[in-house]
């Protein structure tokens, strides 16, 4: 009864030992990742009658795309809690109105809409729980958007455009080996592409509130559906007690 009642007494002391001073790592310092997005277009960007000139049906006949994103995100003090968000996407959206496949339409029957929109981002995310295995965070930013067409319909041609527009985001990521230096993540992405710069004329986008024109501030939304890899830089192993 002696023997057991030692031999419990040292695998309970085992048992706090190996939790009181169990592996843990550090947040990482940097997170370096790339996506591949899904998009729906929305607000007057969401278009899927194309039969009509834009400035008669007020939107910009966009409804699938399809593009990918590279991120960099820099965490800030002790716990990295706070980061410095800068991204560079790529999207590509195209709608003929014939019942194509959402997102795969490579190959589109004329008439079609064809957009495609370059965009840069730079601005604040909040890391949870930053150094587990499980993280989440959410984020918003300014972003730079160059939008350019190769359409086929008349009344939705128009010249390259920039504009100045600001995202909000939020996700998930997973680590998936032991040092937590790599990862996959989930993440939706919402872009409201065009407040500043707005401009009316021949040849704009028209989405600017006087004339020609619909009449109104025509805003160029997205909402993007994200899966990435991560690679995490800055993790370092540690004793935690």
């Avoid at 998936?176 to 996959?184: E, H, P, R, V, Y």
């Amino acid at each position: 009864m002696k023997k057991l009642s030692l031999l419990l007494v040292c695998l309970i002391g085992l048992f706090w030992v190996n939790n009181s001073f169990s592996q843990g790592y550090t947040p990482p310092s940097t997170v370096l990742g790339i996506s591949l997005d899904g998009i729906l277009a929305t607000n007057d960007a969401h278009g899927s009658d194309i039969a009509l000139p834009s400035t008669i049906a007020g939107t910009y006949g966009m409804v699938w795309g399809r593009g990918f994103t590279l991120n960099a995100k820099f965490g800030l003090g002790i716990r990295k809690n706070h980061r410095i968000a800068l991204g560079a996407s790529y999207k590509k959206m195209v709608h003929d109105g014939s019942g194509e496949i959402p997102i795969f339409n490579f190959s589109p029957t004329e008439p079609y809409t064809n957009y495609t929109i370059y965009t840069g981002s730079a601005g604040y995310e909040y890391g949870f729980n930053p150094r587990c295995k499980n993280k989440q965070f959410v984020g918003f930013a300014f972003t730079g958007n160059y939008i350019t067409q190769n359409n086929t319909i008349p009344g939705f041609v128009f010249d390259p455009a920039f504009r100045v527009g600001f995202q909000i985001s939020s996700g998930y990521e997973w680590t998936l080996d032991k040092a937590q230096s790599t990862g996959i993540y989930v993440g939706v992405v919402y872009n409201l592409a065009n407040i500043i710069g707005t401009t009316n004329g021949v040849g704009t986008l028209n989405d600017g509130s006087g004339q020609p024109g619909p009449n109104y501030w025509r805003r160029i939304g997205t909402l993007s559906i994200n899966l990435g890899f991560n690679f995490y830089t800055g993790v370092k192993p540690y004793r935690a007690k």
